[in-house]
């Protein structure tokens, strides 16, 4: 996947699902950190398409944290420099 392919505002919120993994000492950008980089961002229509679908928005943000925290956490090394295959998936499509 190459980021020149995706629109500014589709490499923003990679770029925040990066900062996301990296922060969480995680060893890959999952889809979670995609979501939740998503949530985060309030120019993202995320949150009005949820809510138009009868979505609970807290009850998917505090999913997406339980989510998160089981991820497996790198010690040591670099942290999330790289898509896993779902996100990559996901990043593809956007």
Do not use: C
């Amino acid at each position: 996947m190459s980021l020149q392919n995706l629109t500014i505002k589709s490499q923003e919120v990679l770029q925040q699902a990066q900062q996301l993994a990296f922060s969480d000492n995680h060893s890959f950008i999952e889809t979670e950190h995609i979501l939740q980089a998503l949530l985060n961002d309030k120019d993202s229509a995320i949150d009005f398409l949820l809510k138009k679908n009868n979505v609970n928005v807290n009850y998917v943000e505090e999913k997406v944290k339980v989510a998160l925290a089981k991820l497996p956490k790198t010690t040591g090394g670099t942290a999330a420099q790289t898509l896993n295959r779902d996100a990559n998936n996901v990043s593809t499509v956007t």
